[in-house]
């Protein structure tokens, strides 16, 4: 699993906004900002100009919040079953006039077919790749108006998974006051009632995957797809020769040499299996023939009956009385071999 920097907190503003690679986007006039409009009005008296009567308004722009969510990978993330730390990625927009925290959550709907498990939230560290430099993360610290963040969301795929089988994770942030670093702020609500002196909040965001419009959310949901191998093995035997007959209609007598044969296959359309080991236990009525050898990466006729056509390869452990080779990768579709001969007791 990789290691990386764990912050369960505030991520500062600079950072973030070297972070956005996204074009401004024009939100508007900064909240809290004030706008006064001063009118001047000029006249005579008896064809005298007079002192001009003048006017000001003051008001203070309120918070318009919004965001987007929006998941980035082109396709669903393909994971193998027991796979640690499988990605999805995610960028956060924040389009409010506001500095704005966004509190983190992701959630795992009933309806798929799995959950991915030990699911953590990290903050991207600009290079778009989940590595270790990047941070562990439950909130975004001061977001600045227009910043554009990645983050990723990891889990760990569960054993057992099969091919096709998906799990969804829908990331949520949900919009807090910013304003103050290194801690999250108070949840963003609408302002009842009518425009007041101070700041004032609209909620203008849209709905996301889970949430609803103006409620100062956004969710996007992507998903992990288990691409599988499915492998199965089948050991057969066949007598090679006995000391009465020979070759000719040999039988199962001791002193005859048997050759095992363990044929290895991936089924059409599973995902390429990798590092086949095969561990063969003799039991004690045979003696393994080293005359012969073990071979590797042999295949099978139609029929499934192993064919005299591997590599030599593979080696045997007297102690333990183990025949262990390795196959090379298995492809859907595919069977290799590994085969090897005794003679019976």
Same mark, same amino acid.
């Given at each position: ?50 002192? $001009?009567? #003048?006017?000001?308004? !003051?008001?203070? &722009? @309120? ?8 998941? =980035? /990978?082109? +396709? ?113 609500? $609408?302002? #009842?009632?009518?425009? !007041?002196?101070? &700041? @004032? ?8 995957? =889970? /949430?609803? +419009? ?132």
């Amino acid at each position: 699993m990789k290691r990386t920097k764990q912050l369960l907190g505030a991520v500062s503003a600079t950072a973030l906004i070297a972070l956005s690679a996204s074009p401004a986007m024009a939100v508007g006039t900064t909240a809290g900002d004030t706008i006064t409009n001063t009118v001047s009005v000029d006249f005579q008296v008896g064809g005298v100009d007079q002192t $001009a009567a #003048t006017a000001s308004d !003051t008001f203070t &722009v @309120d918070r318009k919040v919004n965001l987007t969510v929006v998941e =980035t /990978d082109s +396709a669903t993330t393909q994971v193998s079953p027991g796979e640690l730390q499988a990605v999805t990625t995610f960028e956060i927009t924040n389009l409010s006039n506001d500095v704005v925290d966004f509190d983190l959550s992701v959630a795992q709907p009933t309806t798929d077919d799995y959950d991915v498990t030990n699911v953590q939230i990290y903050l991207d560290d600009g290079d778009g790749v989940f590595d270790a430099g990047d941070t562990l993360i439950t909130y975004l610290d001061e977001i600045p108006e227009d910043a554009t963040v990645t983050v990723f969301v990891v889990g760990d795929v569960p054993l057992g998974q099969t091919t096709g089988d998906v799990a969804e994770v829908v990331l949520t942030a949900d919009s807090h006051a910013g304003g103050g670093a290194g801690s999250l702020g108070t949840e963003l609500v $609408a302002t #009842t009632g009518a425009n !007041t002196a101070g &700041v @004032d909040t609209v909620l203008a965001d849209g709905a996301g995957d =889970t /949430d609803a +419009a103006n409620d100062g959310a956004f969710s996007d949901t992507d998903s992990y797809t288990v691409s599988a191998a499915d492998v199965t093995a089948v050991k057969t035997s066949s007598i090679i020769s006995d000391p009465v007959n020979g070759t000719t209609n040999p039988k199962a007598i001791p002193g005859a040499v048997i050759e095992y044969c363990i044929a290895v296959s991936n089924s059409t359309g599973s995902a390429t299996a990798t590092g086949v080991d095969v561990t063969d236990s003799l039991p004690g009525d045979v003696t393994y023939l080293s005359a012969f050898g073990i071979f590797v990466d042999g295949t099978v006729d139609g029929s499934g009956v192993c064919q005299a056509d591997g590599t030599s390869g593979g080696a045997y452990d007297s102690g333990a009385g183990e025949v262990t080779g390795t196959l090379s990768d298995i492809d859907g579709g595919v069977t290799r071999t590994l085969y090897f001969r005794a003679t019976i007791n």
